[in-house]
């Protein structure tokens, strides 16, 4: 049944149909059915988006009229939560989120860091005075300037699609450049509500376009490896990024990621509230599809018992919690696709064939309906070198790694290709920092702390990632420096 309207292309200004009127089925994760359809796009369509951009970024006033671009971002922030009803229908029929997720993460988080964004654009500098500088018998006095790199391609995943896509999209507007967002086949109307917005707040033709298609790769190849494209951002598989980066290399394109994580949290010894603290590591949160999840626990070897005891009376409370749709209070719905239920159940199979014990879970949920439901699943009796605790799983999977003392824990925290974030619970706050500090990760939460927020910096080590989104330091992220020296 057909419950979402048409996701359309945005180009040069329009709302309109892909080449030939092409289009592809919209399905939900809660139903396996379709829910929608969505505008198709050939390699013209995408065409048009790059001279599009291109043109609007090198003929119009868009990156030097900073006062025009901060109240039409302003405007479109306010359309947004004035769609508010729109917007959380869009993400539980396509990303398959959970009411607690679309209040949290996925709708809250994305219209609470756009208004950060706004909040932290003052600060940007525009330039730098580095002073005067005697030099061959003569004074130089130096100056940079910030301005916008120009044409970005934003190739944005399916999990938090609208945070995503406003935390690339703004930023790029922001600053003054020009974007062509490309979303995944999975979400397309969480991006195509970008180009219908923005067309009603009135931007000019070319700053933002959005290209939709069934294909995960066509666009994205073209945008990638297309000189009239400056830079590219994208969120997703590290494989895919490595591959993202080969492609923009033949154009030097700068490139800035964000990927994939095998976080740890570590629950340290010295908790006296232990047993609440391991009951709260459960991996349920939409179906722990995010890439800074903890899907790694480490315990103590001393408490390990007593952690899987906890562990496994909190999976079977949950038990019957989960891939309710109109459930207020569930954090948890299906995974996105059939392709992704079959991953993650093809990696639970894997930890039993390595000699993991499950403790809970690991079932595909056909009794629950139509749409893609898999349990909440734990491993334990898991060492780090097994595949479920190396590889990225992307789904609702926590295994249970035992540390001899606090070095085998930062040792084991460490071990992995990923950097993502990770966490520290301690009853020694100073014990806690000091753990926290000799992680290798982008982001970290101590006693339940939240390192990420809309001001904040955010993006990891290793093949996590390059670069950093969101905050100051994320607009930066799309400006060149120019050095002018003159003589007096």
Not at 51 to 61: E, G
Not at 314 to 337: E, H, I, L, Q, R
Not at 429 to 443: E, N, P, Q
Request: aromatic letters at 8%; glycine letters at 10%; a negative charge.
């Amino acid at each position: 049944m057909t419950i979402l309207p048409d996701a359309l292309l945005y180009v040069d200004g329009k709302l309109r149909a892909a080449e030939g009127g092409k289009t592809y089925d919209n399905i939900g994760p809660w139903t396996g059915e379709v829910v929608g359809h969505a505008a198709d796009a050939s390699a013209a369509d995408v065409e048009e988006a790059i001279a599009a951009a291109r043109r609007a970024f090198d003929t119009t006033d868009w990156s030097t009229n900073h006062e025009k671009r901060f109240a039409l971002l302003k405007k479109l922030h306010a359309l947004f939560v004035a769609n508010s009803d729109r917007l959380a229908d869009i993400v539980r029929h396509e990303a398959g989120a959970s009411l607690v997720a679309v209040h949290r993460a996925q709708l809250a988080q994305c219209l609470n860091s756009w208004e950060n964004l706004l909040e932290v654009y003052p600060k940007l500098a525009w330039d730098k005075d580095y002073g005067d500088k005697d030099t061959y018998g003569f004074t130089t006095h130096r100056k940079a300037f910030y301005e916008a790199v120009g044409v970005v391609g934003a190739i944005t995943p399916w999990n938090f699609p609208l945070y995503i896509n406003a935390e690339k999209v703004v930023s790029a507007l922001l600053v003054g450049c020009t974007v062509i967002l490309k979303p995944a086949p999975d979400t397309p109307l969480a991006a195509s509500i970008f180009g219908e917005l923005a067309a009603e707040a009135g931007f000019p033709d070319g700053v933002i376009n959005v290209i939709t298609g069934s294909d995960p790769a066509l666009a994205g190849e073209l945008i990638v490896t297309d000189p009239r494209v400056d830079l590219i951002t994208f969120t997703g598989s590290t494989a895919i990024g490595k591959h993202i980066v080969r492609q923009g290399a033949e154009t030097l394109k700068r490139v800035f990621l964000e990927l994939g994580g095998k976080s740890a949290a570590i629950v340290l010894e010295d908790n006296a509230n232990f047993a609440q603290i391991v009951a709260q590591q459960l991996l349920v949160f939409h179906a722990g599809q995010g890439c800074a999840v903890m899907s790694r626990l480490l315990v103590p070897r001393s408490r390990y018992d007593e952690a899987k005891a906890v562990l496994k009376a909190s999976y079977d409370a949950f038990s019957t919690k989960w891939g309710v749709f109109d459930d207020p209070a569930s954090p948890m719905g299906p995974v996105v696709s059939k392709k992704q239920r079959d991953r993650v159940k093809a990696y639970i199979d894997l930890g039993v064939e390595e000699g993991a014990t499950l403790l809970a879970g690991g079932n595909i949920r056909e009794d629950l309906g139509t749409g893609w439901f898999i349990e909440p699943t734990c491993f334990v009796d898991v060492t780090n070198d097994m595949r479920i605790a190396q590889e990225e799983i992307f789904g609702p999977v926590l295994v249970v790694i035992p540390f001899d003392d606090e070095e085998d824990a930062i040792r084991i925290a460490n071990d992995s290709v990923y950097g993502l974030s990770g966490a520290v619970y301690s009853d020694n706050l100073d014990r806690a920092l000091s753990v926290a500090k000799r992680i290798r990760t982008g982001t970290i939460s101590v006693n339940g702390g939240l390192p990420i927020n809309g001001d904040l910096p955010f993006g990891g080590y290793k093949q996590s990632g390059i670069g950093r989104a969101w905050g100051v330091e994320g607009l930066e992220e799309y400006l060149e420096t120019k050095l002018i020296g003159w003589r007096s």
